[in-house]
């Protein structure tokens, strides 16, 4: 059995002959914000992202919040099985929490694949990290993150690092997302901003999630000083 599996098959056995859903969102909310946890630039974002995890983990006693270490582990062994794959994508259309009513099916890893190769060519790239020392990805529309996992994977084969020549800016309306995407971009060790946005209209409802290494690699930043950029819904 592959760890994808195995991270399948512990999100079962927390369930429980319950909820899959909420067993699978609590841990992408835990996972997340536990994640985010090095990030202490703003301490008041710092501490509500604490108490969410505290607020979602008392819900579960000993035994099952070690299911969900657990499936934190198998996660990032997944993710090592093969490079720049949406493993969070794929474990939610089998785990069949996708909303069939409104249409919602994650990309494929190979058309993810796919647009990364039609997007993106060796030299255009090359120049790009000629002059600004990394190749800038923007997706506006992230979903569970394989179009961008696609385009770092093409990254890697025009030999390309990823992880230090590279940097993401991804957004969604969705929240599990949003989370799905800074889990996997975070284990990966990609230099990326997330962030829950209307790409339509602009406006961000919550402070961005930085991996470690945006705020290590790149000195940027999507807030005007002493001013909140987002909008409280």
Known sequence: MNHSDKFIDLINKAAGGGS??????????MAATSLATFDKSDLEVWQKREQIFQDTVKHYDAEKQ????????????ALVETRYRDVLGESFQKLELNDRKNGQ????HHIGNLMGELSMDKETMQAEIAKNGYVSIVEPCCGSGAIILGA???LEQYGINPCYQSC????????????????QLSLYGIPAVVLEKDAITQKV???????????KNRPLTVTKKGKKFYHAK
């Open 205 to 215: 409802w919550s402070p961005p999630f930085y991996t470690v290494q945006f705020k």
């Open 152 to 154: 770092l994977n093409m």
């Open 105 to 108: 099916v994650f990309t494929p």
């Open 66 to 77: 070690q299911l969900f270490v657990e499936m934190l582990a198998e996660l990032g062994l």
């Open 168 to 183: 993401v800016t991804a957004y969604d309306l969705d929240q599990r997302c949003i989370q799905m995407v800074y889990i």
């Open 20 to 29: 899959v859903a909420q067993i699978f969102n609590d841990f992408l909310k």
